[in-house]
C-alpha cells in the first residue's frame, strides 16, 4: 500500500501542476478587470502605500486589499502575469486542499 500512497500524492502534484500552475503567465491579462487588479498591486509594491489601493493615482475600493497585497507580495519574485496570477491559484490550492481532507474525513478513503 506505500506505493500506492505514493504514486497517488505523485499523481496529484503533478495534476497540480498542470492545472494550476503551468500555464499562469501563458496568455496576457485577460479582460478588464484582471489588468486592472494586478495594476494596483503593482501601484501598491513600487509605492509601498499599502494602506490604499490606487489606480491611476486614485482611491480603488473595488475589491477588499487582502488580494492586493498577496499580489503586491508575490511582485517581490518579479512583476508579471505568473505573480500577478499566483495568489489566485495559490489559494485554489488551499481550497482544493480543504476540500479533499473534508470528504476524506466525511465519506472515507473510497470517495
Same mark, same amino acid.
Given at each position: 500500500m506505500p506505493q500506492l500512497s505514493l504514486f497517488r500524492s505523485v499523481l496529484c502534484g503533478v495534476a497540480v501542476y498542470v492545472l494550476l500552475l +503551468?500555464?499562469?503567465n501563458s496568455v496576457g491579462? @485577460? /479582460?478588464?478587470?484582471?489588468?486592472? !487588479? +494586478?495594476? @494596483?498591486a503593482r501601484g501598491m509594491y513600487q509605492s =509601498?502605500? !499599502? %494602506?490604499?489601493p490606487r489606480l491611476f493615482g486614485e482611491p480603488w475600493f473595488e475589491k477588499t486589499p487582502l488580494y492586493y497585497w498577496l499580489a #503586491? #507580495?508575490? *511582485?517581490?519574485? /518579479? %512583476?508579471g502575469e505568473f505573480t500577478a496570477r499566483f495568489?489566485? #491559484?495559490l489559494f485554489a490550492l488551499l481550497f482544493l =486542499? @480543504?476540500? !479533499?481532507? *473534508? #470528504?476524506q474525513r466525511h465519506y /472515507?478513503?473510497?470517495a
Open positions: +503551468a500555464g499562469l491579462l @485577460v /479582460g478588464p478587470d484582471e489588468p486592472r !487588479y +494586478a495594476d @494596483v =509601498g502605500d !499599502y %494602506i490604499t #503586491a #507580495a508575490s *511582485f517581490h519574485l /518579479g %512583476i495568489p489566485s #491559484a =486542499g @480543504v476540500w !479533499y481532507w *473534508f #470528504a /472515507g478513503e473510497s
